[in-house]
T-cell receptor, first 106, second 114 residues
Framework: GIQVEQSPPDLILQEGANSTLRCNFSDSVNNLQWFHQNPWGQLINLFYIPSGTKQNGRLSATTVATERYSLLYISSSQTTDSGVYFCAVSGYALNFGKGTSLLVTP | KAGVTQTPRYLIKTRGQQVTLSCSPISGHRSVSWYQQTPGQGLQFLFE???????NKGNFPGRFSGRQFSNSRSEMNVSTLELGDSALYLC?????????????FGPGTRLTVT
């Protein structure tokens, strides 16, 4: 199956800082999604971005499909951004990375 | 539109029992996929149903099964529960089964096997 690697595995930021999360994948994909898993376990859709760049408020994402990576940018981080961020690519099913655990401190 | 719903949200079962989990997709979505999340293995694909047919299956034993009804609602069943089946079970829906469609997840069912 498609291998998905996320980095860094853990990240601690102070409120207001910016961060970049990376997702590398091993094969060409039709679908790439970024999720934020909240403390109750639900996966919240952030971006559907098989290629190109998208922005949504303080978050933006870029996927360079030809080089098999995607980046998630978080600007002016807030404590509510804490949680685990997953990148997932398909495949006949979504293949998830192990996630980046983000803690934003006041 | 209402999101993906899953019931029950929490469940405690004893080893050897069986369990049935339910998932209602977003209205109009015909594909339902199931995933298992554990601390050790992360998020793993169980199976996908589309138009009442299983389209794809992950690498799980036959104790894990599912079905989909004509209204696209899906159930998954785990028989002869083992301690290692304790996990968060997530259901996702998408409009079609072909690759490239965005998937939307429900809140999950947290299963504890004692």
């Amino acid at each position: 199956g498609i291998q998905v690697e996320q980095s860094p595995p853990d990240l601690i930021l102070q409120e207001g800082a910016n961060s970049t999360l990376r997702c590398n994948f091993s094969d060409s994909v039709n679908n790439l999604q970024w999720f934020h898993q909240n403390p109750w376990g639900q996966l919240i859709n952030l971006f559907y971005i098989p290629s190109g760049t998208k922005q949504n408020g303080r978050l933006s994402a870029t996927t360079v499909a030809t080089e098999r990576y995607s980046l998630l940018y978080i600007s002016s981080s807030q404590t509510t951004d804490s949680g685990v961020y997953f990148c997932a690519v398909s495949g006949y099913a979504l293949n998830f990375g192990k996630g980046t655990s983000l803690l934003v401190t006041p | 539109k209402a999101g993906v719903t899953q019931t029950p949200r929490y469940l405690i079962k004893t080893r050897g029992q069986q369990v049935t989990l339910s998932c209602s997709p977003i209205s109009g979505h015909r594909s339902v996929s199931w995933y298992q999340q554990t601390p050790g293995q992360g998020l793993q694909f169980l199976f996908e149903y589309f138009s009442e047919t299983q389209r794809n299956k992950g690498n799980f034993p036959g104790r894990f099964s599912g079905r989909q009804f004509s209204n696209s609602r899906s159930e998954m069943n785990v028989s002869t529960l083992e301690l290692g089946d304790s996990a968060l079970y997530l259901c996702a829906s998408s409009p079609q089964t072909r690759r490239g469609y965005e998937q939307y997840f429900g809140p999950g069912t947290r299963l504890t096997v004692t």
